[in-house]
C-alpha cells in the first residue's frame, strides 16, 4: 500500500531540479500561461515536460466530474490517461509529476463542490487562499502516486506473465528469443514506472512560485 505521508524529495526541484522528464499538471488559468513556463524554463526543462491543464488544477481533477461520465468519475481520470499515455505510448522518460495550482483561481470560487470551501475562498485573502490549495494539492499528490503504484504493479505483473510464457517454451533458440523480447520490452515497462516523484507548488499572480511539500529548513521558492 502507498503511504501518501512518505516525503519523496529530500530536497525541493529548486535545489534538485529533475534529470528526467516531467509531466506538468496546471490550472487553464489564461494569466499565468507565460509564467508557468518561465517556472519550467527556469528548472531547465524546455522541450523536457508534458503539460495537462485542467480548471482548478489539482482541485479540478480531484473534486470535480465529468459530466458525460457516471457519477464515480472524475477529471482524475483524464490526468491518469496523459500519464499512462505518455510513459505506455510515447515512451516519455517521466520521473517526475508536478502539480502546479495558482492563487485566486476561479474554479475554487465557482465550481468547488463544497460551498463551504467556496464561501472561504472568495473571503479569504491571498496568503489565506495558500493552506486551502495546499491541502487539495496534498490530496490530489496521493492519489497520483496510488496510480503510479499500480501502474508500477501492472507493469511487474505483465513481466512475470511474460516471463513464465517463456520459461514453458524448451531452452532452445525459440526460447532464448521469447526472453530476450520480454528482457527489453516488459522489462523496460518496469522501469519507467518507478522512482517517480510527485511535487506540488502554487504560483502567486505575480508568477512566484512555492513549493508545498519540501521538508522544513529546505528552499521552498524559486529566486527569479
Not at 519550467?40 to 522541450?47: F, K, R
Not at 459530466?67 to 517521466?94: M, S, Y
Not at 522489462?187 to 519507467?192: D, H, I, L, S, T
Amino acid at each position: 500500500m502507498t503511504n501518501c505521508n512518505n516525503q519523496n524529495r529530500l530536497v525541493s526541484v529548486f535545489d534538485d531540479p529533475p534529470r528526467s522528464n516531467v509531466l506538468l499538471l496546471s490550472c487553464m488559468d489564461q494569466r499565468l500561461l507565460d509564467d508557468t513556463v518561465r517556472f519550467m524554463n527556469e528548472l531547465n526543462l524546455q522541450n523536457r515536460y508534458d503539460q495537462v491543464a485542467l480548471a482548478g488544477g489539482a482541485m479540478g481533477a480531484l473534486q470535480l466530474l465529468n459530466p458525460n461520465l457516471p457519477p464515480a468519475k472524475r477529471w482524475q481520470g483524464v490526468f491518469e490517461a496523459h500519464l499512462a499515455t505518455a510513459i505506455n505510448v510515447l515512451h516519455r522518460p517521466i520521473k517526475d509529476v508536478f502539480l502546479l495550482d495558482h492563487l485566486d483561481c476561479g474554479a475554487y470560487k465557482y465550481l468547488h463542490p463544497d460551498p463551504d470551501i467556496q464561501a472561504k475562498y472568495r473571503k479569504a485573502d491571498l496568503c489565506q487562499m495558500v493552506p486551502l490549495h495546499q491541502n487539495e494539492l496534498k490530496n490530489f499528490a496521493c492519489e497520483v502516486k496510488k496510480f503510479i503504484a499500480s501502474e508500477h504493479k501492472k507493469a511487474e505483473d505483465e513481466f512475470d506473465k511474460a516471463h513464465s510464457a517463456c520459461d514453458s517454451k524448451e531452452l532452445d533458440k525459440e526460447g532464448k528469443q521469447c526472453w530476450d523480447y520480454v528482457s527489453k520490452l516488459a522489462w523496460e515497462k518496469v522501469e519507467a514506472w518507478q522512482n517517480i516523484r510527485v511535487s506540488y507548488f502554487v504560483m502567486d499572480l505575480l508568477g512566484k512560485v512555492k513549493q508545498l511539500d519540501v521538508p522544513n529548513g529546505q528552499n521552498a521558492t524559486l529566486p527569479y
